[in-house]
């Protein structure tokens, strides 16, 4: 998630928890505290895909937060001043608000790494999206009331509201998760296609419209379902170039790695000479930020040449009007717009890319 929503966790949490002792001080622990896994974007591994692959690795793990949690529960029973609360009761704050900034990263679809070091996939339950106001704002409004009036009893109660209210948001999401795919699925039968994996997400600031996705071999079914479809979603088959790939790019680290980090949800085009990898699980239909050139192709029929270091591949903004007529599909499944609508940024001219 956001830091912004990150921040307003953490501080909500350690108010709830400490705050009675802390005053307000603990909402700004909370909030410093809870900033702390993500500042392994500080850290470069030379290449673009690793960057992205590894970060929420080791910072995001359950197993070093709650091993830092422990550590630092024991500095501060050591060296801190002496306080009116237990060492458990510290232990489990500290443990809460560093374990609820991944937690809560997982329910986003880029993926985390909750088990780290253990080699299994990251886990992305892809049920909220990166940014959501719903999510965020009752927790923003108790620590800024908290910031304002102390946090005595009714301070208190509205951390644990904030905190109540959000939880409930975040547990509904699931819902929204379970409606898409049973649309998807109906979509897919409908319509017979063999899907070997599948996938949703809300699009942009809501769980009302959703984004599903069905990859069948060398092509991909994307389509937009909302709570007020009465029917399941149109899917539009895009050309996935999987195959080809593979024979490219069999050797190339960056390749195997985003194959696991993405769970093979990825899209490869020949662009300006140079073989693309799209992540498809994020962004939008035309607008995924994260792409990478892997290989290199001069000519056509000669053998490409992987590329060492990778780097992001440019994409275009995405556009307002389009943000308004997602905004318009969500609220009225008669609206006309599909995701064949969005797609053509995703798309060059023949000669840029087959």
Same mark, same amino acid.
């Given at each position: 998630?956001?830091?912004?929503?990150?921040?307003?966790?953490?501080?909500?949490?350690?108010?709830?928890?400490?705050?009675?002792?802390?005053?307000?001080?603990?909402?700004?622990?909370?909030?410093?505290?809870?900033?702390?896994?993500?500042?392994?974007?500080?850290?470069?591994?030379?290449?673009?895909?690793?960057?992205?692959?590894?970060?929420?690795?080791?910072?995001?793990? =359950?197993?070093? %937060?709650? #091993?830092?949690?422990?550590?630092? /529960?024991?500095?501060?029973? &050591?060296? !801190?001043?002496?306080? *009116? $609360?237990?060492?458990?009761?510290?232990?489990?704050?500290?443990?809460?608000?560093?374990?609820?900034?991944?937690?809560?990263?997982?329910?986003?679809?880029?993926?985390?790494?909750?088990?780290?070091?253990?080699?299994?996939?990251?886990?992305?339950?892809?049920?909220?999206?990166?940014?959501?106001?719903?999510?965020? =704002?009752?927790? %923003?409004? #108790?620590?800024?009331?908290?910031? /304002?009036?102390?946090?005595? &009893?009714? !301070?208190?109660?509205? *951390? $644990?509201?904030?905190?109540?209210?959000?939880?409930?948001?975040?547990?509904?999401?699931?819902?929204?998760?379970?409606?898409?795919?049973?649309?998807?699925?109906?979509?897919?039968?409908?319509?017979?296609?063999?899907?070997?994996?599948?996938?949703?997400?809300?699009?942009?600031?809501?769980?009302?419209?959703?984004?599903?996705?069905?990859?069948?071999?060398?092509?991909?079914?994307?389509?937009?379902?909302?709570?007020?479809?009465?029917?399941?979603?149109?899917?539009?088959?895009?050309?996935?170039?999987?195959?080809?790939?593979?024979?490219?790019?069999?050797?190339?680290?960056?390749?195997?790695?985003?194959?696991?980090?993405?769970?093979?949800?990825?899209?490869?085009?020949?662009?300006?000479?140079?073989?693309?990898?799209?992540?498809?699980?994020?962004?939008?239909?035309?607008?995924?930020?994260?792409?990478?050139?892997?290989?290199?192709?001069?000519?056509?029929?000669?053998?490409?040449?992987?590329?060492?270091?990778?780097?992001?591949?440019?994409?275009?903004?995405?556009?307002?009007?389009?943000?308004?007529?997602?905004?318009?599909?969500?609220?009225?499944?008669?609206?006309?717009?599909?995701?064949?609508?969005?797609?053509?940024?995703?798309?060059?001219?023949?000669?840029?890319?087959?």
């Amino acid at each position: 998630m956001d830091s912004v929503t990150q921040i307003v966790l953490g501080a909500s949490i350690q108010g709830a928890m400490l705050g009675r002792w802390q005053g307000r001080k603990a909402l700004l622990y909370g909030a410093a505290l809870a900033t702390l896994p993500d500042m392994d974007v500080l850290l470069d591994y030379g290449d673009a895909v690793a960057d992205m692959t590894y970060h929420r690795g080791f910072s995001h793990s =359950l197993f070093v %937060l709650g #091993a830092l949690a422990l550590a630092m /529960t024991l500095v501060i029973r &050591r060296f !801190g001043p002496p306080a *009116q $609360y237990s060492a458990g009761r510290l232990l489990a704050t500290l443990a809460l608000v560093l374990c609820t900034h991944p937690l809560l990263d997982s329910f986003t679809s880029y993926g985390t790494q909750l088990f780290w070091p253990l080699d299994t996939p990251p886990v992305a339950i892809s049920s909220i999206f990166i940014i959501d106001p719903l999510y965020t =704002l009752p927790l %923003l409004l #108790a620590m800024l009331i908290g910031l /304002t009036i102390g946090l005595q &009893r009714t !301070g208190l109660r509205w *951390q $644990y509201a904030g905190l109540a209210l959000s939880s409930l948001y975040l547990a509904s999401t699931l819902g929204g998760k379970w409606m898409a795919e049973s649309q998807l699925q109906q979509a897919l039968q409908a319509q017979h296609i063999e899907a070997q994996t599948t996938f949703s997400s809300p699009t942009p600031f809501n769980t009302v419209l959703w984004r599903v996705m069905a990859i069948d071999g060398d092509q991909y079914y994307e389509g937009l379902v909302s709570w007020l479809d009465s029917e399941p979603p149109r899917l539009i088959a895009l050309p996935r170039h999987a195959s080809e790939a593979d024979q490219i790019l069999t050797g190339s680290t960056q390749y195997e790695r985003l194959r696991w980090f993405t769970g093979d949800r990825l899209r490869f085009d020949l662009i300006e000479q140079q073989w693309v990898a799209t992540d498809l699980r994020l962004g939008m239909t035309g607008y995924h930020p994260f792409r990478f050139a892997l290989a290199e192709q001069l000519t056509e029929g000669e053998d490409a040449r992987l590329i060492e270091h990778t780097q992001l591949w440019p994409t275009p903004p995405a556009e307002l009007s389009q943000l308004q007529a997602l905004a318009e599909r969500a609220l009225d499944a008669h609206y006309a717009i599909s995701l064949s609508d969005l797609a053509a940024p995703l798309s060059l001219p023949p000669h840029q890319q087959r």
